[in-house]
Structure formats: structure tokens, C-alpha cells
């Protein structure tokens, strides 16, 4: 890729112009000088090499730092009891605080999808990032009372969810873990073939992810990843229903009759859902079409990541090495419309500059009026995740000023 080879210039234009120092340091340091200078950054330089404890006093020298070393990734940790370049002096050095966080990424897909596979994604399934965002952002508003949500593209194949309202920056690893573990419904590694098992009495944060993959289950898992299309991808299915020994060779000859993955699932929706009816067989759950829903498209989570207070996560509007595309938030109620590939790289951005600046010059030129200062990523496709970013962040600085209200209003009771 040609890009790659000038990655450092091109990181280094990108530093200069584009990087949204203001608004990165409106965010890290939640209206707290103090929180900002106590958080860990970690870089990845030139040649691979990787620093951590990385960390900055204030807004100038986390600009003047980041435009020298020129980091090709930028990792976000924790905040400490203290600066994080003073760890090695000394003797209690621990996190105290940091948000939420959830990585989901495509390649924890390769079992059930059937477009791409490894690094590789593509529109189809995107989609799979798409319900996994709808599901876990309204589980986290609605059953933990979260609104502080920044749901960010993770540059190439996943996406990153940072929960900032203040109570969970403060959860402890227990609580997290409590949190990732309710979140998590897919279980067992590649041995294990049937991933899901539902209890008699669904949980409402079942009900709730199942209306949102219910609509979408036969177009998507169905028929445009064909999960019963053909010989391979009915043995995988078949395998999930093992429990069902004595079933599987009837569903085995059922599926067979059917030429298409449309018309086998509906064959065997039907067949189950007749079944469970008439109690002609014991099937061994009743749920069995939810747990294959489930299994086919919920979430896969890496909760190791949620639940390590000191866990680093790449940050926001990192460039990623390998595509050079700006890792930019996205608003989690239009995430379908959200395309992974118009998300800007740098070499378009700079390009959008250029075009910006050379037609403004000849209008002014035509026009004879004065040069009109404008922020460079104005000028570019960056723009408009700028707009979610700073939406994300007036509602947080509203709610900060809030508590801070309700914080004096306390104080003069007494
Ligand atoms: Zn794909």
C-alpha cells in the first residue's frame, strides 16, 4: 500500500492540521486539570516501538508532545493516583479511575460469517457491528441508566464503545465484570458448538436484543450470509443442534428437501415451532429458534477489555496503521447508515484541504473579499464526527456543571 510508506509524513500533516487537540482534552480531562495530567497515554513510534506511561500536564504539552514523537497509534489507559512518568518512582502506583469501555471486533465473526473472513469486512458484515452497537448502547441506557456513550470506528474491522458518565469511570474491576458478564450471552470457545442457552423465562434485555435482531435475522443471517446455503454451512448448523441427538438426522433429511437457505430455515422454523406444539417429541429447550437467532448475530464481546481497570484501548481519532483511516465516533442511533468504507484516511483528508483552499482562493479572487480563517478539518469529510464529538461532549459538560450545582446546593443546606 502506498500509502503506508509515507505514513510518517502523512501522520505528521495530520498532527500539525487536522488532530482535534481542543476538543480530545475537553473529553480526557472532564473538566479536571488534575484527572487530564494523571492519564495514561501510550504511543506506538516508528519501528514498532511502544511507550507507555506516557502522560501530559495540559492541553500545550499534550499538543507539543504528540506533534514531536508523531505516534503512529495512541492507546488510552487509566487514570492513576498519580502522573503515570512517575510510576517508576513510586511504590504505590495504581489506577483509580477509568470509563467503561467494550471492543467488538469482525473477526470474532469468522464462525458465522460467511462474506469475509480475518481482517477483511465488508457492507454485509458490517451489519453484525451494526446490531451489536444497537443492542449494547440500549442495554447500557437503559438497564444501567448510562448516558455518557461514545461509540467510535475502530479504524479497519470493530468498533469501540466508551461509557464516560462519571459512575462508571469510578466502577471497580468487580463491577465491570458484573457488567460484561450480563452483556455477554455467547459463550464457550471454538470446541463448543452450541454457544447459547436461554433459561425458561427470558430476561428483558433478551427481549430486547431479540426485537432488535428478530426483523433483520432472515435477510441477514439467512439468506445474504446463507447459513444454511450449502453442505459446509448445514453441518455447522446442525452441529448447534447436537443436544437434540435423536432430532438431528430428521432435520438433517428435512433441511435437504429444500434447495435454498430461505426456504430450509423456514422448513425447519416451521417443523420445530409444530413440534414444541403438538408435544409429539421432547426437545430439550423450548427456545431453541431465540438461541440460534442469538447465536448467528448477538455481540461479541472481548470483555477481558471491560473488565481491566488498566486495559488500554485505542484512542479516538488515532489514525490506524494499516488503512490510515481516522478512527472517528459515530452516532449509535444512525448506525446503519454508518459505511466503514467512506470513513476518511488521511491522504483524503489532505486532499479535501487542498480542494477546500484552492476553490475558496478563487472565489476570493473573483469576488475580492478577505481570507476567511476556518479550521482545516472544517474542510474535510472529518467534520461531521466532529459534530458528534462535540455533542457528546456539551452533554457531558452539562451534566458535570449539574452535579457541580447539586454539589454546592448541598454544601449550603449545611
Ligand atoms: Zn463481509
Redesign the pocket.
Known sequence: MAAQNNLPDLLRVYYQRLFPYNDYYRWLSYGNGNLFSRREFSFTVQDDVYIRFQAFKNLNQLMTEMKRLNPHKIDIGAVYNVPPTEHKYETKFFPVEKELVFDIDMTDYDEV?T??SGT???N??WKYMSIACKIIDAALREDFGFRHILWVFSGRRGVHCWVCDKKARSLNVSARSAVAEYLQLIRGGAYMKKKVKLPQKFHHSVERALEIIKPVFVPMCVEEQNMLGTEENMNKFLEIIHTEEDMRAEVKTLLHKYTTSKARWEAFDQYYTQQLQSNSKKWRTRHLIEEIMIQYSYPRLDIHVSKALNHLLKSPYCVHPKTTKVCVPFNPKTVDNFDPDTVPTIQTLLDEVDAYDAKELARQKEESIDVRRIRDYKKTSMNKSLHIFQEFLRNLEDSNRGEKIAQSDIKMEF
Open positions: 460469517r462474506c469475509c477483511d469486512i465488508c454485509k458484515c
